[in-house]
Structures are given as C-alpha cells and as structure tokens.
C-alpha cells in the first residue's frame, strides 16, 4: 500500500474557507466546511505530540496549568523552589527518617519528637505506612515540624493559592499520600499506575511533585504518559508487579514509543492529577538517591473517602 502523501490539513484552511462564505455563502462550500472541520480534528489528534508542557516558575499560572494537564496530563515547572529552600526540604527529609528509623527501633517520643510523631490520622495507616517505609519515605503528617516547614515553603511560592484558583475552592491536603521521599537507586523500575485506580476517579486531585535533587540521569527519576487519559486503565492483569499496577504489555500494545523520562534539576516540580499513567524510573547505572516531595491535594467538594483532610 503507497503512503499516503497528501498535505495535512490545517486549521487556517478552514479559517480562510469559513471567511470566503461569510463573503459569498454557497450550500457547497458550506458542505465542505463540515468535512473540513472534522479532517482538522483528525489530523490534530494524529499528529497530537507526546512531548511534555515546561513552564517557568514566574510564567506559572492557572490557565497554563489547566491547559497542560486537560491535553498532556502532566505541566513539568523549572524552578518552582530555589536554593534556600531545596536545601532546607532535604534537611526535614533528612532528619524526619532519621526519626522515623530511631522510632520504629523503640527510641522513646520524646527522642524523636518534633520530627517524628506517629499521628492517629492516617486512614488505613497499616497498608498506608508499609508502602511509605518500603520505599525509603516518611508521611509528612507524621513529622509536625517537616510539615510545617514543607507548607511554609509552598506558602511562600504561592502554591496553595494556585490549586485555590485551579479547583476554585480552597484544597486541602491529603494525610496518607503526602510524602517525604529520599529514593534509594536501586536497579528496579517502579510499576506503572495512575493514582486514581485506588483514589477514585470521581474526585479532583493535584500532585505538586517537586525534585530536591537533579534527577533523572544518575538518580532516580519519573517515567510517563504525557498524554491526557480519561479514564482508568486495567489493573493488576499479566506482568502487573502489583495489584493496583498497570501490565507493561498494556503499555507496549496501546501506547508504543509515547512514553518519554524527563530530567528534573533540583527545585523542579511536575504537576499532575489521579489519571496520570506514570512510576520512578531506575536504571542499573544510577548510584545517586532521589530526594523528592510528593503532595496531593484534593478539591473539598470532591474529595476522596479514602483520604483524611488537612486545611491549608
């Protein structure tokens, strides 16, 4: 079969062909319009890019957030914190697992506070904790002074009036899937998911992912899916690592060659919601750990049962 080597059609055809019928409105060219407005929409969605949106911190907006996220999943932010402030997160993420370590070895509370204090908050805290020690982190909500630190920061770069404007309600944060994160390099992908297939997809969600460490090349860092889905995949079928995983072969069969492994500098953030299709890219040459933060925050008015409130 020949290829098929017909020029693609733009949208400026249909702009220049809609404004010769406003001048001369004929039946025919107005036929043609529909079939033009459909070919546009065809060719848009064939040539649509797996390339991610970059913005600035100081070009951040609502407009540029919602738009990334509504045609690509995902807005990855250069800068979102600075130098100071990078620093001062891989303090708290530093000392809150030391606490957290000294803790779990029976080290009494008066040792590890404020850094460390087991809360009662969690929901599922069992389940909800054994995944957090499994890879190296400490829920925020159990280190009150990481967490105080952790919001200031993001008060002081206006993230929390940023989700304000883009649920259009004040968000609230979520106790079990806030993390401080220090991510060993070891030589195993993560597995593939989309945090709504245990979130729900009936609710409204912004992951504010921030790198504290250059990532992505010799440290561990994030492999995904910049395209928007809409809905959630499959779950735990042939070659899913675990329940709430999504298969590789899924990925390989419905999406060959789209997903792509950005490098992040430290201070770097990707914002995202609970569809993205995503997991920690490893490879066998990383020697460096990955410190991150990973918050959720969730729209009140659509908010997860599964997840305990916190009012920011």
Not at 19 to 25: I, K, L, P, S, V
Not at 145 to 150: A, D, E, S, T
């Amino acid at each position: 079969m020949s290829a098929d080597l017909s020029p693609p059609v733009r949208p400026e055809d249909l702009i220049a062909l809609q404004a010769a019928n406003r001048r001369a409105a004929d039946g025919r060219t107005e036929q043609q319009l529909v079939q033009l407005r459909a070919a546009v929409f065809a060719e848009r969605d064939r040539t649509r890019s797996f390339g991610l949106p970059v913005t600035g911190r100081a070009e951040l907006d609502v407009a540029r957030l919602r738009g990334a996220i509504s045609t690509h999943g995902a807005l990855k932010v250069r800068g979102l914190l600075e130098g100071r402030q990078i620093e001062q997160l891989r303090t708290v993420i530093d000392s809150a697992l030391e606490a957290q370590s000294a803790a779990l070895a029976g080290a009494p509370a008066e040792r590890t506070f404020p850094w460390f204090d087991l809360t009662n908050l969690v929901k599922g805290a069992e389940e909800a904790r054994r995944l957090v020690y499994q890879t190296g982190s400490v829920l925020a909500v159990d280190s009150p002074r990481g967490m105080y630190q952790l919001l200031e920061i993001l008060y002081e770069r206006g993230i929390d009036q940023l989700i304000t404007e883009y649920f259009g309600e004040r968000p609230a944060l979520s106790a079990e899937k806030t993390t401080l994160r220090r991510v060993d390099a070891s030589p195993d992908p993560g597995g593939w998911h989309q945090d709504g297939s245990f979130l729900g997809s009936s609710i409204r969600s912004l992951n504010v992912w921030i790198a504290l460490t250059d990532c992505g090349v010799d440290a561990p860092g994030l492999e995904l899916l910049p395209t928007r889905l809409r809905h959630i995949l499959p779950t735990g079928t042939e070659g899913a690592p675990m329940s709430f995983c999504v298969s590789p072969l899924i990925i390989e069969r419905e999406f060959p060659g789209a997903t792509i492994r950005p490098e992040f500098a430290a201070g770097d953030a990707l914002l995202f919601d609970h569809y993205l299709l995503h997991r920690t890219w490893r490879a066998p040459a990383m020697t460096r750990s990955r410190y991150a933060i990973e918050s959720w925050f969730f729209a009140p008015s659509a908010y997860p049962d599964s997840q305990t409130g916190l009012y920011i």
